[in-house]
Each structure stands twice: as structure tokens, then as C-alpha cells.
């Protein structure tokens, strides 16, 4: 698996080699820097820490500052680990940019979705609501919770609530143009999460 | 420095002759067909012009065959290969929606007798 860590820059439209319209989302990737390495010996499971965007040594805490000190790295303004099969191929201090993927590629994309704040029924689970008109006042609360019966309301029972703001991922999305030098990448169709978001492109799991 | 931006004017064509609503404009189209591309024209009155930057376009009306037919055309589409303006309208609207309930005579658009050129003081 390859993946790297980017920023969501918005929407847009592109021609194809056809003269069709494309709707892209652009996202400035890297360059990422390997942190740290995660091994099977002294971590029981393989994986890179990876470091993404520049920062002021202000906003770098003392014990972040001194884990990027340890190895020799310069500050990030994020850190993730990405788990992988073999991580052989990295070192601490490697750069990872968006050349590692290429047009036409299948890619996941991992964001923070919008946060909607505190949603009811209809708009959070998609509840039908209750009639509009004809005598009816129950135009869109959530029904029933349940029988009278079980006297109790079942643990995880869908209910108005918090919405967005949450880890979302999308999947299987096409890589429509790497541009190595804005270290760019431009993915047909949209992508969780507002414009300056953070998020992880990374190979797709279930198409190739 | 707006990255979508500079990606948009990338794709922005250059020679657009200028036209606008009420002229008659004669859009040359890449078609492929088997296999084969040529360029297939497409002659009507110019009703409104939209969008702006890189989604900018327009739409041409015309009778064909006694059936009104309206084709929205994108400016900067690589499929348009070139414009030209056949007859400068005259109009008093930027959308000439108005032509579509007429027909025969009263679907005319009057023609421009004064193009005014070098208007820059």
C-alpha cells in the first residue's frame, strides 16, 4: 500500500483527452516525511509515522518537538502512521511525494466530513418523517423507538443527534492528473471533509 | 496564489471572437465519428451567453426542418474548434428567451447597422 498526507483544495473542472468535462477534486499531497518506523520486534506490527506541512516552532509542543529532535526531522504540523505490509523500503528522513501515483490509478481517500452539529432523524439517518398536511403535527420526528413491551429503548436505537465531524473514507475514486511540481493531484469526484481539510490518499483496498 | 484558479486558466482558449447575444454564429465541432474526426458546423442565433472563466458558454438557436433546436455550447471546450460571427444582431436584452414562442417573421433578430469599433476613449 502507498499512501500520503494532503491537503483538500477544492473543486473543479477539467477536459479529458476526449473533450469531456471532469469533475475533480484538487489535493495538495506531500512531500511527507518518514518520521518514525514502526517495527515487528520492538512494536509488534509494521508501519511508517509520517509527517505532513509546514509549522511555526511555536505551535510544536515540548514533547512533540523533542520525538521529531529524537529523529532528526524537522517539525510537521501532522503526524500519522500508515501500516503496511513491508516497510523495508522506507527510511527515517525519506520524502514522500505525489509521484508515487499515478493517472488513472484507483485511490481511498480518508477526511474529517463536515460537521453538521446536532441533526434529527430525517437529515442524520435518513428517516421518511410523518405527513405534512392533512391534520398531521408530526412532521418530522423519528416515530417510534421501539415496542412498549421491552419498556426500554435498545442500545443503538438511530436517534436525532451529533453529525459530520467524523472519519469518513471514500473509496475507489480515479486519479485523473499527478503534477509533480504544485504536488498535486487531481481525483475525479468530490472528497469528505471542507477545503483546507487534511487527508490521506492512499491505494485503493478493493479496486486496482 | 490560487491553485484552482491557475488550473482553470490553463485550460482557458485565447482566440474567442467576440459575440454576444442576438448574432448569428456558425460553431465548428470536432465529431468523431468511426473511428474518423472531422469538423461539423453548427449555424444559429446566439440567445444568451453564461458563466464566466473556464464554464463559460453559450447557446445557439436555430430551425431545423420546421423544429426548434438549441444547442448550449461550452467556450473553452477542446470539441469546439473555432467561431465564427456571421451577422451582428440587434437586440435590447442579454437573453432572447423570447424567440422561442415566435415563429416565421416575427422569430427575426433586426441587424446591426453600426458595429462600434474602438470605442476606448
Keep these: 500500500m502507498k499512501a500520503i498526507l494532503g491537503k483538500k483544495i477544492g473543486m473543479t473542472q477539467i477536459y ?37 506541512g509546514n509549522v511555526r516552532p511555536k505551535l510544536v509542543n515540548k514533547p512533540r518537538a523533542g520525538h521529531f529532535k529524537k529523529f532528526g526531522v524537522p517539525n510537521r504540523r501532522h503526524l500519522r502512521e500508515f501500516r503496511l505490509q513491508d516497510a523495508s523500503q522506507y527510511e527515517v528522513g525519506h520524502e514522500i511525494k505525489v509521484d508515487i501515483f499515478e493517472a488513472g490509478q484507483k485511490v481511498d481517500i480518508v477526511g474529517t466530513s463536515k460537521g453538521k ?19 398531521s403535527m408530526s412532521h418530522r420526528v423519528p416515530a417510534s423507538s421501539g415496542s412498549t413491551d421491552a419498556a426500554r429503548v ?22 485523473v492528473r499527478i503534477d509533480a511540481e504544485r504536488n498535486l493531484i487531481l481525483v475525479k469526484g468530490s472528497v469528505p471533509g471542507p477545503n483546507q481539510g487534511l487527508v490521506t490518499v492512499r491505494t485503493s483496498v478493493k479496486k486496482r | 496564489m490560487d491553485l484552482i484558479q491557475s488550473i482553470e486558466r490553463e485550460q482557458i482558449k485565447r482566440e474567442i471572437p467576440d459575440f454576444g447575444p442576438g448574432d448569428t454564429v456558425k460553431a465548428w465541432l470536432k465529431v468523431i465519428e468511426g473511428g474518423k474526426e472531422r469538423l461539423q458546423a453548427y449555424e444559429g442565433v ?22 426548434g433546436v438549441e444547442r448550449t455550447l461550452l467556450v473553452h471546450s477542446p470539441r469546439l474548434e473555432r467561431v465564427e460571427v456571421i451577422r451582428r444582431g440587434e437586440v435590447r436584452r442579454a437573453r432572447l428567451f423570447y424567440l422561442r414562442g415566435r415563429v416565421g417573421k416575427k422569430a427575426r433578430v433586426k441587424e446591426k447597422r453600426y458595429i462600434p469599433t474602438a470605442t476606448k476613449a
Design chain 1, 16 to 52: 479529458d483527452e476526449q473533450g469531456r468535462i471532469v469533475p475533480v477534486t484538487v489535493i495538495e499531497a506531500g512531500p511527507c516525511v518518514v518520521v518514525q518506523k514502526r517495527t515487528r520486534a520492538t512494536d509488534g506490527y509494521e508501519a511508517i509515522q509520517v509527517g505532513y
Design chain 1, 117 to 135: 452539529g446536532f441533526q434529527g432523524g430525517m437529515k442524520r439517518h435518513n428517516f421518511g418523517g410523518g405527513p405534512s398536511s392533512h391534520g
Design chain 1, 154 to 175: 435498545f442500545p443503538g436505537t438511530l436517534k436525532p443527534g451529533h453529525m459530520g465531524h467524523a472519519r469518513v473514507t471514500t473509496q475507489g475514486l480515479t486519479v
Design chain 2, 46 to 67: 446566439c440567445i444568451k451567453r453564461g458563466n464566466a472563466g473556464l464554464k463559460e458558454c453559450f447557446t445557439l438557436r436555430k430551425i431545423s426542418g420546421g423544429v
